[in-house]
């Protein structure tokens, strides 16, 4: 696979290979929404990303959005941390609305 040739920044939106998975872990090469901080996509070879998907239940730790003139969610609740070398390529960029509800799903998980 060819890694992604530039670096990610927070709220861009890159196809990526998550398999291998186990259980109940969103599957497949699907776009995910880059949710690191760009310092440390910088600096580390890994980011933080958080699944979009289109189906699925509408849960308060899933973000409703609209990419590429499809509805669905970025799922907070499946966030994990990923190895450049599974970013496949950028596909795009959310709404900045988005990134900020994100964003504050995020704060309010973890924060006491």
């Not at 776009?31 to 239940?57: F, W, Y």
């Not at 509800?101 to 995020?106: H, N, T």
Request: hydrophobic residues 40%; charged residues 25%; contains cysteine.
């Amino acid at each position: 696979m060819v890694i992604a040739p530039t670096t990610p920044t927070r709220g861009d939106v890159y196809l990526i290979e998550l398999d291998p998975t186990r259980g109940s872990e969103i599957r497949k090469t699907r776009p995910c929404l880059i949710i690191s901080p760009d310092e440390l996509n910088q600096h580390l070879r890994t980011v933080i990303v958080a699944p979009m998907t289109t189906g699925g239940k509408a849960y308060l730790w899933r973000v409703r959005c609209r990419f590429r003139d499809r509805s669905g969610f970025v799922a907070i609740d499946q966030i994990r941390t990923v190895d450049s070398e599974r970013l496949v390529r950028r596909v795009g960029r959310i709404a900045p609305s988005t990134l900020t509800a994100v964003l504050a799903i995020l704060q309010e998980m973890f924060t006491p």
